[in-house]
């Protein structure tokens, strides 16, 4: 496995854990946010434009939503 697929692996394994751990703190909300915007990062690297696009506004939306909980 390359350091491409590595990156890619522990920012969606990030997403998920922060997402299920959303309810226990907001700061999980900000994790989910970074780890999307992670995942994002991964799309645009990888050559996977729409994956990046989409990731991308879901990190914005997760921000809207930890300033919210915040």
Same mark, same amino acid.
């Given at each position: 496995?390359d350091?491409?697929?590595?990156? @890619?692996?522990?920012? /969606? &394994?990030?997403?998920l854990l922060c997402?299920?751990?959303?309810?226990? +703190? +907001?700061?999980?909300?900000?994790?989910?946010?970074?780890?999307?915007?992670?995942g &994002?990062?991964? @799309?645009?690297? #990888?050559?996977?434009?729409?994956?990046?696009? /989409?990731? @991308? /506004?879901?990190?914005? /939306?997760a921000? #809207?939503?930890?300033?919210?909980?915040a």
């Open positions: 496995m350091r491409l697929s590595l990156f @890619g692996l522990f920012a /969606v &394994s990030t997403m997402y299920a751990l959303e309810a226990r +703190h +907001h700061l999980f909300i900000l994790g989910f946010a970074a780890s999307c915007a992670l &994002s990062l991964y @799309g645009f690297l #990888q050559g996977a434009w729409p994956f990046g696009l /989409v990731e @991308g /506004v879901w990190s914005l /939306v921000l #809207q939503r930890w300033r919210k909980a």
